[in-house]
């Protein structure tokens, strides 16, 4: 089994999808924090692409722990957040503000004119840091291109580049790590 977290509009094939958003493609209408309609050690991965920064940074422990959870051993985990060093890599080079206010703050409309924003940013370290914390392990960078590579319409935030679909010659402003429970 094979969950796709916090998914929004995107759909991935063989996916169950988990949001507490209202799409007709959502499985589980339910906050992703609380996957306890799933047996521990039931799912063979998690696929979480820019979900984790809407945790505030002090409960993020707990998520993952949850996540972990439902894991099997040797289950993966793969996540993507938006990736501060590069986004102040992108704003130094560009001196542009609002090309970072977006990914840095990612507000996003749930529904019923309600809205939540981005609570905590990461960089490599900081999220290896957590990761292993909770006792993850094997943690390494995972490549849009490989894992996406049978999805070849599929777009969402683990693709991010500046500027906006440069993917060719742009920075690519996502942390896209996974690893192992």
């Known amino acids: 089994m094979k969950l ?3 998914c929004g509009k995107r759909y991935l094939d063989g996916y169950i ?3 507490i958003a209202d799409f007709e493609h959502i499985d589980y209408k339910i906050p992703v924090d609380d996957l306890s309609i799933f047996k521990s050690g ?5 696929y979480a692409s820019h979900v984790l920064e809407y945790f505030d940074r002090s409960y993020v422990i707990t998520v993952l722990k949850e996540w972990k959870r439902v894991l099997k051993p040797g289950g993966i985990l793969r996540l993507a957040v938006p990736n ?3 986004l102040v890599e992108v704003y130094q080079s560009s001196k542009d503000l609002s090309s970072i206010i977006g990914p840095l703050y990612g507000k996003w ?3 019923d004119q309600e809205f939540i924003y981005h609570k905590t940013v990461y960089d490599e370290d900081s999220l290896n840091i957590l990761l292993k914390e909770v006792g993850f392990k094997n943690i390494k960078i995972w490549d849009w291109k490989d894992f996406f590579k049978d999805y070849k319409d599929f777009d969402d935030h683990s693709q991010a580049y500046y500027p906006h679909m440069q993917k060719n010659f742009g920075i690519h402003i996502s942390l896209n ?3 192992e429970k």
């Open 4 to 6: 796709h977290l916090g």
């Open 17 to 19: 999808h988990v949001d």
């Open 42 to 46: 039931e799912v063979d991965e998690i």
């Open 84 to 86: 501060f060093s590069t």
């Open 109 to 111: 409309d749930i529904g």
């Open 177 to 179: 790590l996974q690893c």
